[in-house]
């Protein structure tokens, strides 16, 4: 079957622009994760969604929303971005409602860089 | 969950076995130690995971030990396909994020 599919898979953008991302997981996971990875703090984690609710969210500002559909696609909202918000963004998809008990598929991510 | 400590760098001869280690000294008993590994510029990938038991798959074998304090990753024929950053995760049956460390970075040297 497909692996986790994230487009775009680069994209650049202006200060103060607001970007979509998109995540389609793997056709029957339910629950999807996502993280940013910068060189200065790896990777961390960003919110995850399980039945279109979000269930966990990290330590991200308010400028940082995300949504998941009815068919498990989620998609992260970045508005007004910084410079510092230029990362790569990965996408997670697992099986059952708790990962503790399966593993993560990640995407390849999406390259954003602020400029 | 559990925090993990993991050595900076490794480097591992190419056909030899990579022994990657992992403390988790403040683990808990309902606590999965997984194990993801990311190659360049690449999503992380799932490699193995285990509660209490030894662990094998086509990728890996996990060890841990018995009071469950430390963990042992092991490649058995290291490939250069190999190189990449290893992380080990302590995780929660109830926790719905992982949390990367800084992980181990595996050169395997031709």
């Known amino acids: 079957k497909a692996g986790v599919t994230q487009t775009p898979r680069y994209l650049i953008k202006t200060r103060g622009q607001q970007v979509t991302l998109s995540c389609s997981p793997i056709s029957g996971h339910r629950s999807v994760s996502w993280y940013q990875q910068t060189p200065g703090q790896g990777l961390q984690f960003l919110f995850e969604y399980f039945s279109e609710t979000q269930r966990n969210k990290g330590n991200f500002p308010g400028r940082f929303s995300g949504r998941q559909f009815s068919n498990s696609r989620s998609e992260m909202n970045v508005s007004t971005l910084e410079l510092g918000d230029s990362a790569l963004y990965l996408c997670a998809s697992s099986e059952h409602p708790r990962v503790g008990n399966t593993e993560a598929f990640f995407g390849q991510g999406t390259r954003l860089t602020v400029v | ?110």
């Open chain 2, 1 to 110: 969950d559990a925090k993990t400590t993991q050595p900076t760098s490794m480097d591992c001869a190419e056909g030899r076995a990579a022994n990657l280690p992992c403390n988790h000294s403040t683990i808990s008993g309902n606590e999965y130690v997984y194990w993801y590994r990311q190659i360049h510029s690449q999503g992380p990938q799932y490699i193995i995971h285990g509660l209490k038991n030894n662990e094998t798959n086509e990728m890996a074998s996990l060890i841990i030990t018995e009071d469950r304090k430390s963990s042992t990753l092991i490649l058995p024929h290291a490939t250069l396909r190999d190189t990449a950053v290893y992380y080990c995760i302590v995780l929660g049956a109830g926790s719905y994020q992982l949390t990367f460390g800084k992980g181990t970075k595996l050169s395997v040297i031709p």
